[in-house]
């Protein structure tokens, strides 16, 4: 199954500025990666689907990238808000079916 | 509007107890899951089911069972609660080409 690496458990950074998170994956490359938003005694929200295909895809201040040979997504939030801040897990399918591994999650805290 | 509901929200239960968990979705979705969510150990699968009278096993089954008699629900028993079985459960469900819709939770402890 995929192993995924979400590479800062905990990011903190200033309003208004760019945050970017890193999820990277080993083992093969996957149909496409999801993530997600978790908010404390919450469970985890859709945010955005990206397929293997699309090197980038944009929703409102969110982009994500998707590179197959680096085997790595990246998240970006721009003009960053203090209600931006929570854990986001990144996705991948396991080979062959729709069951999700997530990775562990990075908390980002947006500092006024 | 659709919604995927889990009941009940906190648990307490004594160590060899069968508890039940309950999910409901109304999103009409063939495809559901259990995770359980740990520190240090992120969301790990439980169990899942591809349509009624469908289960299949996840990467940490051991200890819980699931039942699909119609589309809607999922519960999740533990047939014997241990003190490792301490955790918050989330139920999700999927449709075709979209992510996953998750449940608030259930916190459930094992004394």
């Known amino acids: 199954s995929q192993k995924i690496e979400q590479n800062s458990e905990a990011l903190n950074i200033q309003e208004g500025k760019t945050a970017t998170l890193t999820c990277n994956y080993t083992?093969?490359?996957?149909?496409?990666l999801q993530w997600y938003r978790q908010d404390p005694g919450r469970g985890p929200v859709f945010l955005l689907l990206i397929r293997e295909n699309e090197k980038e895809k944009r929703k409102e201040r969110l982009k994500v990238t998707f590179d197959t040979t680096l085997k790595q997504s990246l998240f970006h939030i721009t003009a960053s808000q203090p209600a931006d801040s929570a854990t986001y897990l990144c996705a991948l399918p396991n080979f062959g079916n729709e069951k999700l591994t997530f990775g562990t999650g990075t908390r980002l805290t947006i500092i006024p | 509007d659709a919604e995927i509901t889990q009941s009940p929200r906190h648990k307490i239960t004594e160590t060899g107890r069968q508890v039940t968990l309950a999910c409901h979705q109304t999103w009409n979705h063939n495809n559901m899951f259990w995770y359980r969510q740990d520190l240090g150990h992120g969301l790990r699968l439980i169990h899942y089911?591809?349509?009624?009278?469908?289960?299949n096993k996840g990467e940490v089954s051991d200890g819980y069972s699931v039942s699909r008699s119609n589309t809607e629900d999922l519960p999740l028993t533990l047939e014997s609660a241990a003190s490792s079985q301490t955790s918050v459960y989330f139920c999700?469900?999927?449709?075709?080409?979209?992510?996953?819709?998750f449940g608030s939770g259930t916190r459930l402890t094992v004394v």
């Open positions: 083992n093969y490359s996957p149909a496409y």
């Open positions: 089911s591809y349509g009624v009278h469908d289960t």
């Open positions: 999700a469900s999927s449709g075709p080409n979209y992510g996953y819709t």
